[in-house]
T-cell receptor, first 112, second 113 residues
Framework: KQEVTQIPAALSVPEGENLVLNCSFT??????LQWFRQDPGKGLTSLLL?????REQTSGRLNASLDKSSGRSTLYIAASQPGDSATYLC???????????FGQGTELSVKP | DAGVIQSPRHEVTEMGQEVTLRCKPI?????LFWYRQTMMRGLELLIY????????DSGMPEDRFSAKMPNASFSTLKIQPSEPRDSAVYFC???????????FGPGTRLTVT
């Protein structure tokens, strides 16, 4: 059974700092791993999806890595901005059909 | 594309009433998912469809919950009768048949009093 864990639950950093969000999963036979952003009271926005054959994906200031052997993924945010403040969730599919198992999320606050 | 569309955005109802949530997936997407988000349990999958056929409904909490997908562009999630513990945000998501990325709708915030 796939279980996804995110640490820390909350993180506060000053503007401009580089930061790393962590995600761990129990079943290394994952098909892919997806990172989402959720703003308060809003839906989920997909940030990055890493296929199982990939080790990382980049989009602008975001870089996500995947290490299947250790059961870990990280989301690196460079030069953080107050607009990055949100909850970040990682999710791994339970099966090839795509049933996603979500972590509890990391609530990020970037202080100006 | 307008993205995944959900209605209503907010629903307040009294215990015992029937509630129907609606979703229009992105055109051309073969998979549709219904999720529920609460503070206590986070995001959980309730049910998902492939080509309008329910594939996995193991997350549906009780018989009070039912979901249908009569065609490729419309799905409903019905709760009858509703209970206060059903209060949550319900998300609909879709993804193409080829590809893994899921796209979420804005959600329906349900409050049952």
């Amino acid at each position: 059974k796939q279980e996804v864990t995110q640490i820390p639950a909350a993180l506060s950093v000053p503007e401009g700092e580089n930061l790393v969000l962590n995600c761990s999963f129990t079943d290394s036979a994952i098909y892919n791993l997806q990172w989402f952003r959720q703003d308060p009271g809003k839906g989920l926005t997909s940030l990055l999806l890493i296929q199982s054959s990939q080790r990382e994906q980049t989009s602008g200031r975001l870089n996500a890595s995947l290490d299947k052997s250790s059961g870990r993924s990280t989301l690196y945010i460079a030069a953080s901005q107050p607009g990055d403040s949100a909850t970040y969730l990682c999710a791994a599919p339970y099966n090839q059909g795509g049933k996603l198992i979500f972590g509890q999320g990391t609530e990020l606050s970037v202080k100006p | 594309d307008a993205g995944v569309i959900q209605s209503p955005r907010h629903e307040v109802t009294e215990m015992g009433q029937e509630v129907t949530l609606r979703c229009k997936p992105i055109s051309g997407h073969d998979y549709l998912f219904w999720y529920r988000q609460t503070m206590m349990r986070g995001l959980e999958l309730l049910i998902y469809f492939n080509n309008n056929v329910p594939i996995d409904d193991s997350g549906m909490p009780e018989d009070r919950f039912s979901a249908k997908m009569p065609n490729a562009s419309f799905s409903t999630l019905k709760i009858q009768p509703s209970e206060p513990r059903d209060s949550a945000v319900y998300f609909c998501a879709s993804r193409p048949g080829q590809g893994n990325e899921q796209y979420f709708g804005p959600g329906t915030r349900l409050t049952v009093t």
